[in-house]
């Protein structure tokens, strides 16, 4: 009931086109979901996050679905350039003080120029 | 605005010897703090984090031991490495939910 499962484990996308990756948890607790961006050799970087009562965020190119009902979140990254290639993780989190996160187990994107 | 620090940024080290990973966070205070292990194209394992000054609480059972002797400071210290030691370790604090990382150090144990 801890998991969270992300979904593809690598993906390649043609420069221009959408990107999409799924996750999706069991815990109904978790009420944090965001997403980071990982380049080779660096630390992750907070991307977007969202929280259960909104549905979509946008920032810039990439957006956040999220669906409560069906236990769902996922990223789209629009427009994707061979820049956006990285590794890309989503987590969630539950209101309490620690905030721990439970990641997912990352997507490898490689966009194609 | 807050700053993170890591080191050091490369390590290798044989096995047996020990092991003492430093990160500052700079900016901000009281905050939670978190050590990450990655090995190699896979995830981030929750190590240890820690609330406030000596509170810290293990994820894992291990080798390794954290301490956190000043608000902004966390340390992960191993009294003898082993092989299955070796990763990308990452730092990261937070004052809500929003976790920032720190550069990470990459360690090889040899």
């Known amino acids: 009931q801890q998991q969270v499962k992300q979904s593809p484990q690598s993906l390649i996308v043609q420069k221009g086109g959408i990107s999409i990756i799924n996750c999706a948890y069991e815990?109904?607790?978790?009420?944090?979901f965001p997403w980071y961006q990982q380049f080779p050799g660096k630390g992750p970087a907070l991307l977007i996050a969202?929280?259960?009562?909104?549905s979509e965020k946008k920032e810039g190119r990439f957006t956040i679905s999220f669906n409560k009902s069906a236990k769902q979140f996922s990223l789209h990254i629009m427009d994707s350039q061979p820049g956006d290639s990285a590794t890309y993780f989503c987590?969630?989190?539950?209101?309490?003080?620690?905030?721990?996160?439970?990641f997912g187990t990352g997507t490898r994107l490689k966009v194609l120029a | 605005s807050q700053t993170i620090h890591q080191w050091p940024a490369t390590l290798v080290q044989p096995v047996g010897s020990p092991l003492s990973l430093e990160c500052t966070v700079e900016?901000?205070?009281?905050?939670?703090l978190y050590w990450y292990r990655q090995a190699a194209g896979r995830g981030l394992q929750l190590l240890f984090y820690?609330?406030?000054?000596?509170?810290i609480s293990s994820e894992v059972p291990q080798n390794l031991s954290a301490s956190r002797p000043q608000d902004r400071q966390f340390i992960l210290s191993s009294k003898k490495l082993l092989l299955s030691d070796s990763g990308f370790y990452l730092c990261?604090?937070?004052?809500?939910?929003?976790?920032?990382f720190g550069p990470g150090t990459r360690l090889t144990v040899t």
């Open positions: 969202i929280r259960p009562d909104v």
């Open positions: 900016g901000t205070s009281n905050p939670n």
């Open positions: 815990n109904t607790a978790f009420d944090y």
């Open positions: 987590a969630a989190s539950r209101p309490e003080g620690t905030y721990k996160y439970i």
């Open positions: 820690s609330v406030g000054i000596g509170q």
């Open positions: 990261a604090w937070s004052r809500g939910h929003e976790q920032y």
